[in-house]
């Protein structure tokens, strides 16, 4: 593993990537490091990516990952859950690294609608800014309308507004009122 020492969960998401990519599991970074490609820079103490997994996928995952040398913990949600499985990665140092098995609603082509970011001589998948900005809508916090705000602002090049509205709807109602008010900010 890349890691020596805690504050290093990118470095752990990179050996997860190369885990991923050689599984032939499709994902995309969300969250505070998709965050500062879309807007602002904000301290995180762990990386979290949507993954295209079932949970029976992330079962085997999880024992993927342990034989490389992760701690891994499989966590289900309930039946209304808006998250129906998470794969948490950890290393000694306690770096962290949230893989979401994932989200309701969530548009299934989120995934081909990935930014491909170098970082570190890898490229990662980060979800795309319409894509990021209704996941953010969806999760609803303050500091999810903060991040959502801050990557309308710090757009480079236009919003696609219709795609936008379109996949923030598909997470229902709450969402896109929420969305609405952050195009109003």
Excluded at 142 to 170: F, K, M, N, Y
Aim: charged share 25%.
């Amino acid at each position: 593993m890349r890691t020596s020492q805690p504050g290093q969960s990118a470095l752990l998401f990179l050996d997860a990537v190369e885990i991923l990519q050689r599984e032939k599991v499709d994902y995309a970074v969300i969250g505070a490091f998709a965050l500062s490609v879309h807007g602002a820079i904000r301290g995180t103490m762990d990386v979290d990516a949507v993954v295209h997994a079932s949970t029976r996928q992330l079962a085997n995952l999880r024992t993927i990952f342990e034989k490389a040398g992760f701690h891994a913990e499989l966590r289900r949600g309930d039946p209304d859950d808006p998250v129906t499985a998470m794969l948490v990665l950890r290393d000694i140092h306690d770096n962290q690294v949230e893989l979401l098995g994932g989200l309701r609603g969530m548009d299934p082509e989120v995934f081909s609608r990935t930014v491909e970011v170098p970082f570190l001589g890898m490229n990662l998948r980060i979800a795309g800014r319409e894509d990021f900005i209704a996941m953010k809508c969806f999760a609803g916090g303050p500091q999810d309308i903060l991040d959502a705000v801050s990557a309308c602002r710090s757009a480079q090049g236009p919003v696609d507004l219709d795609l936008l509205r379109a996949v923030t709807r598909r997470f229902g109602r709450e969402a896109a009122d929420k969305l609405e008010q952050v195009l109003a900010e």
